[in-house]
């Protein structure tokens, strides 16, 4: 079965860091582009970052430029999501994912709350 599946969220205060793991399984994603979305109550998902399947492209959303850094090790099957200065509004659950051709494959989610 292959999954991917998303740790490290939690609850913490503006300013804060934290940094979310998404670890596949099932098959290797070492050559698949993967990145994160998120969700805030009432609203659609968004895209937050993407990193390429070699490391080298790696994109952001304007809202988290500066603060976020998304990583990878091929090796661990691994992708990562350094969020630091946090903000109320980085509320959401983030969700990671990866692209295999046409096919996408989601996590779970991890709930990431931040309080003011």
């Known amino acids: 079965q292959v999954q991917l599946v998303e740790s490290g969220g939690g609850l913490v205060q503006a300013g804060d860091s934290l940094r979310l793991s998404c670890v596949g399984s099932g098959r290797t994603f070492s050559r698949d582009a993967m990145g994160w979305f998120r969700q805030a109550p009432g609203q659609e998902r968004e895209f937050v970052a993407a990193?390429?399947?070699?490391?080298?492209?790696?994109t952001y959303a304007d809202s988290v430029k500066g603060r976020f850094t998304i990583s990878r090790d091929n090796a661990k099957n691994t992708v990562y999501l350094q969020m630091n200065s946090l903000k109320s509004e980085d509320t959401a659950v983030y969700y990671c994912y990866a692209i295999a051709g046409l096919r996408y494959y989601w996590g779970q989610g991890t709930q990431v709350t931040v309080s003011s």
């Open positions: 990193v390429s399947r070699g490391g080298g492209r790696i």
